[in-house]
């Protein structure tokens, strides 16, 4: 267990951006979220997967959304603590602790935000190691947990509890009530025991992230160039060095869809690149060849300051580094791939690990 | 109290299809759910609004969403049962009995195929003393009831229970949900005390409905014409005899949407008429002049059986009678006027009552 100071916080927010592949909200909103709830009602302890009783009732917190929403649409703090209470009477016991349910500037926050609020550890584990678009595509999911019962609420007070048959109806479910309550709602959701969090969680991924954010804010210090530094940190591939032309973007049943398209620089001139998102980044090709999918982690940073780029603040003209990332094994199962493989999204190609992709250029 | 015959049940959905004014379910469909109900589980109990202690918990229940879809999703009965657990679990408190919330072919007949697998009785007694599109529009609203905690369940097991802070927004959030689960839901709603439901519910709505379709099955022994006994029967007003010369429709957001026109016969040559419904019929216009508007009670009736059209059922070149009804005077208020008023469903029209109306034609 240790205390959260503030700049473990804003590494924290920046490295989970890098890992929200796109989505998981903005990191900058998700630092300004803890932060606050910190000032406001003291700090937060991160504790391991190995503190917890077996039979301590977590609950893992986060945004629901389209992240072009959750920028306009910042939490007040009320939801935290109505969730919270509505999830404990329904279950009719007390929470343990919080954790995030994915990587992202703003979803890896919520859960800080959460605890300081409620005064309870968060753990240091998620149910992704990345960010997903849809709430099944989690490790819980794959190890048979139920999402259900659900709490969705929102800044004005509206609560609802949803107890579905499978994890998929809670998507569907939840993403109606996402649309109809403005685009983005607070959630508590996939209660489990600590036992189960043991089981099936990606773990200590708020420390693999705070080291991220720490290689991104400290590798000005050294003489290799940032990215470079950046991508052998963490084992990643440089997939492509471009210049944004074209982004195709669609805010549609509750997600962000769209493409980005990029004129080669350095190395790449002459190359193009595209790149498929729905909220995370799913697909790269390089001049017309697939070179990494989903699950495997696709990231855009700036070139100069190597910050990540989430799909809603893409802009043209801008000069990036897409990376790529090996995802965690759990995802390169067969029910990892059915869950979150490219035929998942409705893209017609196979699942090949980007080690092996990369081999083959 | 006294126990329903099948015969009470059929003229109950017959009439009860009249009052829905187009909506409310097809009551074929309806008649059919609650004597399988009885059949299969026993008689129901019709009981008056006297007979109910103060302190019981009385749940009004019904199918909501399109009704075209309702004809396609037949409730399996599981629905009745899940919606009522989870709601006197929710509660943690045994319901005493059910009742409608509109009076409608499918809507009335709900509660009483509720009521025979659940054991319990039925009050005679709705929210509407019609049909309307909307939850938020029943008396119990203008009195100020909450609709929360709302059970909304599916054919396949879903279950979802909104806290919402007003009834506008269950409205929203439970239409959504309805549109995610495939466009027709079970719903349980407006949980209130026994005294509550003496103070806004619209009494004796059942046995009305019973004489409705009695007169409607029975007319045809006697000398006068079939129509004119009904009109008299129930005080209505005659609009308009024609034939269906045209219908506009529209599924949209889990509403049925749509305009009727009609050519005049016998003492309407010449003449035209155009009817606008949002599941219910709203606003009847005859030669281009409004002559009846919500929440006045419209309903259009086959020429030869003078049985009720619901609006989904509505077929080119049939010939019909529209059929004006005075609403219950709850409408009549400033509440119930902003609350189903045409101005609320964007008709720039003003309330004036049906027979101050068809005074001036």
Redesign the interface.
């Known amino acids: 267990m240790r205390k959260l100071n503030k700049q473990s916080i804003e590494h924290m927010a920046l490295g989970a951006a890098f890992l929200g592949t796109g989505g998981g909200g903005d990191p900058y909103i998700g630092k300004l979220m803890a932060l606050q709830a910190v000032e406001k009602y003291g700090s937060v302890d991160l504790i391991s997967v190995d503190e917890l009783p077996d039979d301590a009732l977590v609950v893992p917190t986060a945004m629901m959304g389209a992240p072009t929403v959750l920028i306009e649409k910042i939490a007040n703090g009320g939801e935290f603590k109505r969730a919270f209470d ?1 999830m404990e009477r329904y279950l009719g016991k007390k929470i343990y602790a919080t954790m995030p349910i994915e990587a992202g500037g703003v979803n890896s926050m919520i859960p800080l935000a959460v605890a300081a609020q409620m005064r309870i550890p968060v753990v240091d584990a998620d149910g992704m190691g990345r960010a997903f678009p849809e709430l099944q595509m989690v490790t819980y999911h794959l190890h048979g947990i139920t999402s259900a019962p659900m709490i969705i609420t929102d800044e ?10 499978n994890n998929k ?1 809670s998507e ?2 939840a ?3 996402t ?3 403005g685009g983005a709602v607070m959630i508590g959701i996939y209660p489990m025991t600590g036992k189960q969090v043991k089981m099936c969680s990606i773990k200590n991924i708020m420390s693999y992230s705070e080291n991220i954010g720490k290689v991104i804010r400290e590798s000005s210090k050294f003489e290799v160039p940032l990215i470079d530094q950046l991508i052998e940190k963490i084992n990643g591939y440089e997939l492509f060095r471009g210049k944004i032309v074209d982004i195709l973007r669609e805010t549609k049943a509750g997600f962000n869809f769209g493409t980005i398209n990029l004129d080669g620089i350095e190395n790449y001139k002459n190359k193009s690149c595209e790149v498929n998102f729905q909220n995370e980044n799913l697909i790269v090709k390089r001049s017309g060849k697939v070179i990494a999918t989903t699950p495997d982690l696709i990231s855009l940073v700036d070139l100069d300051n190597i910050s990540p780029i989430t799909t809603d603040a893409l802009k043209y003209g801008r000069r990036v580094v897409v990376i790529g990332l090996k995802c965690n094994e759990m995802w390169r199962t067969d029910k990892g791939i059915e869950t979150v493989g490219p035929r998942y999204f409705n893209y017609d190609i196979d699942y090949i690990p980007i080690e092996e992709r990369i081999k083959e250029v």
Do not use: D, H
């Open positions: 509505s004005k007070g509206n609560v609802s509890i949803l107890e579905t048959i109806w569907n479910i993403r109606a009530i649309v109809a309550q």
